[in-house]
């Protein structure tokens, strides 16, 4: 993990999915048309930013901000998985190292030092931004003979986000 602030690593990919384009010319990882070409499908990861959040939303114990917004995002279908932040990577790392602690910014402003926490400390937000991920598995696959369903043509396109982003820029 680096130590610099709001440090992302970000796919500089894009896709828009208009009537009429090949796969080829959405500029899609050559992971996902590796995919379609072996009959297969491959699951998405999807990072978001929640800039301008004013510290104080949510609440410590039942009505953690993080917690509503995992459940908003797992109820999207077939995601398995959030993350706020650091999420699973810092397990990896010694806590001395993750501490985000508070510091004072220009103007007299409250923020953390690496907002390794996404902006959320104590289920409150904390004035930074918010950075989460969500991620799915796409387990439909055009292949015959693996599931009760074999016979039918279970799968539209190789990568779920693609098919959720369906005509939107991302």
């Given at each position: 993990?680096?130590?610099?602030?709001?440090?992302?690593?970000?796919?500089?990919?894009?896709?828009?999915n208009?009537a009429?384009?090949?796969?080829?010319?959405?500029?899609?990882?050559?992971?996902?048309?590796?995919a379609?070409d072996?009959?297969?499908?491959?699951?998405?990861?999807?990072t978001?930013?929640?800039?301008?959040?004013?510290?104080?939303?949510?609440?410590?114990?039942?009505?953690?901000?993080e917690?509503?917004?995992?459940?908003a995002?797992?109820?999207?279908?077939a995601?398995?998985?959030?993350?706020?932040?650091?999420?699973?990577?810092?397990?990896?790392?010694p806590?001395?190292?993750?501490?985000?602690?508070?510091v004072?910014?220009?103007?007299?402003?409250?923020?953390?030092?690496?907002?390794?926490?996404?902006?959320?400390?104590?289920?409150?937000?904390?004035?930074?931004?918010?950075?989460?991920?969500?991620a799915?598995?796409?387990?439909?696959?055009?292949?015959?003979g693996?599931?009760l369903h074999?016979?039918?043509?279970?799968?539209?396109?190789?990568?779920?986000?693609?098919?959720?982003?369906?005509?939107?820029?991302?």
């Amino acid at each position: 993990m680096s130590s610099s602030r709001n440090s992302r690593s970000h796919d500089s990919g894009k896709c828009s999915n208009q009537a009429g384009n090949s796969l080829q010319s959405l500029n899609l990882p050559q992971r996902i048309i590796r995919a379609k070409d072996a009959q297969d499908s491959i699951g998405g990861t999807v990072t978001c930013v929640i800039r301008n959040v004013p510290g104080g939303l949510g609440e410590p114990v039942f009505d953690k901000f993080e917690a509503k917004l995992g459940h908003a995002m797992l109820s999207i279908p077939a995601t398995k998985a959030f993350e706020i932040g650091s999420g699973f990577r810092g397990t990896e790392v010694p806590g001395s190292r993750h501490n985000d602690p508070f510091v004072s910014r220009d103007g007299g402003k409250l923020g953390t030092t690496t907002n390794w926490s996404g902006g959320v400390q104590g289920g409150i937000t904390n004035s930074e931004d918010v950075y989460f991920r969500c991620a799915t598995p796409y387990p439909y696959i055009r292949k015959t003979g693996l599931d009760l369903h074999s016979t039918q043509d279970r799968i539209q396109v190789p990568c779920h986000y693609l098919s959720s982003t369906a005509n939107r820029s991302v």
